[in-house]
């Protein structure tokens, strides 16, 4: 059982460049979620859903777009990378009824020059 | 956009002794979660409340949701070691979303 799986774990990536960011779990979850973490703020919600073909924003939505064309994968994508995008990524997954937590993925460190 | 103020932002203490993390807000929960991070790694989670007054025992850390779900608290007796990382708290919203609110988190050293 994989859990929550993100690719890749680092990258670079110059100004204005455009990239997608991996996530896929194999627990049948139907929540997902994209947060970043920054040094001293925690972890900010970016996008999120809450089943197939549904997907919402969260506190910190510029500049990342989002898709969920299945129950397993929920890739985010950058448009055009910019140097306060650098942080570390996080997908996570959960199960819909009350009580459950989060999966965390083991996240990727971007940086953006 | 909820808030949670988590407390102490960092913390260091001799293996032994107790300490309690904070986490408040205005806002009301639904539930509140406790994650615990090492670096490198994605948040693990600890423990979830929902109750207003609730407590979880979770070996030497206990859990409390305030009666109101505004506010809760992480109590560790006799900190050891491995107990080292950092400690984030989640407020879960209501409605369908259940989205995660975090705390800034709670960065704990225990000394040997």
């Known amino acids: 059982n994989a859990g929550v799986t993100q690719t890749p774990k680092f990258q670079v990536l110059k100004t204005g460049q455009s990239m997608t960011l991996q996530c896929a779990q194999d627990?049948?979850?139907?929540?997902m979620s994209w947060y970043r973490q920054d040094p001293g703020m925690g972890l900010r919600l970016i996008h999120y859903s809450v089943g197939a073909g549904i997907t919402d924003q969260g506190e910190v939505p510029n500049g990342y777009n989002v898709s969920r064309s299945t129950t397993e994968d929920f890739p985010l994508r950058l448009l055009s990378a910019a140097p306060s995008q650098t942080s570390v990524y996080f997908c996570?997954?959960?199960?819909?009824?009350?009580?459950?937590?989060?999966?965390f993925g083991s996240g990727t460190r971007l940086t953006v020059v | 956009t909820q808030l949670l103020e988590q407390s102490p932002q960092f913390l260091s203490i001799q293996e032994g002794e107790n300490l309690t993390v904070y986490c408040n807000s205005s806002?009301?929960?639904?539930?509140l979660q406790w994650y615990r991070q090492e670096p490198g790694e994605g948040p693990v989670l600890l423990v979830t409340v929902v109750t207003g007054g609730e407590v979880k025992k979770l070996k030497r850390l206990t859990f409390q949701f305030g009666d109101a779900r505004k506010d809760s608290s992480l109590h560790i007796t006799a900190a050891q070691p491995g107990d080292t990382g950092l400690y984030l708290c989640?407020?879960?919203?209501?409605?369908?979303?259940?989205?995660?609110?975090f705390g800034s988190g709670t960065q704990l050293t225990v000394l040997p």
């Open positions: 996570a997954s959960s199960l819909s009824g009350a009580g459950y937590g989060y999966t």
């Open positions: 806002s009301v929960f639904s539930s």
């Open positions: 989640a407020g879960v919203s209501s409605g369908s979303a259940r989205q995660l609110t």
């Open positions: 627990m049948n979850h139907e929540y």
